[in-house]
């Protein structure tokens, strides 16, 4: 299936590793243009230079999207180098994990400004573009708990919310424009972030970590987490011409966890 993304320029946060890592992965191979972003320039750029082996056109940056900085000079190099961004994916680094009592509002604080006002700056800094070519893809990566909070998680359950309500109405805000806006919610996936919460939770209770993994396994029908290119695949078929109709959604990939009719 031709999803129509060559030549289509994509900016894809977070990309050194894990989900977005992925993404920016599955971009390059339906033939987008890529400007990666991150917090660490080895990881960054190791990213880089094995998706820059495929034939890809890729430019990467360092850059912190917790930070009003770090989201401009991710945008501004995107647009210096490729003159514009048609395909932005939002994602950061998860907040801490831990109960209402264990955070205190210089933590919210921190919270907020990694998974909710980067992606409030992102789509600030691109929709302008967007908007004037009538034609753009938002995705924002979120999280199951954003539909079905997940025990220990206050601050990512919490504030993922908010994103999707802030992504909800800016669909509809936009959709005329040709822009589409639509959230992923990754289930439990093989990452290094689901390995660092894996960790916390067995430290917390005292328990072995593959005691943690094996009941988490168990909770989903797959009985299996999943792969980072098996989420990396919805967010390609999102970023193209084939999902021009859908706006507006928040899509679970997630192996059945979520319970919910909806």
């Known amino acids: 299936m031709d999803l129509g993304l060559r030549d289509r320029v994509a900016l894809v946060a977070a990309a050194s590793r894990g989900l977005g890592r992925a993404i920016a992965e599955e971009l390059a191979a339906e033939g987008a243009s890529l400007v990666i972003c991150a917090r660490g320039a080895p990881a ?35 647009i210096e180098r490729f003159g514009r961004v048609d395909v932005l994916v939002t994602n950061a680094g998860g907040p801490p994990s831990g109960p209402f009592d264990a955070h205190d509002w210089a933590t919210w604080q921190r ?16 929709l302008p573009g967007m908007k004037e070519r009538r034609w753009g893809r938002i995705i924002n990566v979120t999280s199951i708990a954003a ?19 802030m992504a909800r109405t800016l669909a509809s805000e936009i959709a005329t424009f040709g822009i ?7 289930g439990y996936t093989r990452t290094e972030r689901v390995t660092e919460l894996n960790a916390a939770t067995a430290a917390r209770e005292g328990v072995p970590v593959e005691q943690v993994d094996q009941r988490i396994a168990a909770q989903i029908p797959m009985r299996r987490l ?22 507006g959604q928040s899509i679970a990939v997630d192996g059945g966890w979520i319970r919910a009719l909806m």
């Open 111 to 126: 919270a907020v400004d990694l998974t909710l006002r980067s992606a409030v700056e992102l789509t600030r800094l691109v």
């Open 147 to 165: 539909k079905q909070p997940v025990d220990g998680l206050m601050l990512s359950n919490s504030i993922r919310a908010a994103v999707t309500g």
């Open 44 to 78: 960054l750029e190791e990213a880089r230079a094995s998706i820059a082996r495929t034939g890809a056109s890729v430019h990467a940056i360092v850059a912190d999207v917790s930070e009003y900085t770090g989201v401009h000079h991710a945008v501004d190099a995107a």
């Open 180 to 186: 589409t806006v639509n959230n992923i919610l990754p």
């Open 226 to 247: 999943g792969e980072p290119r098996e989420f990396a695949a919805l967010a390609a078929f999102l970023a193209s011409e084939r999902a021009t109709y859908i706006t």
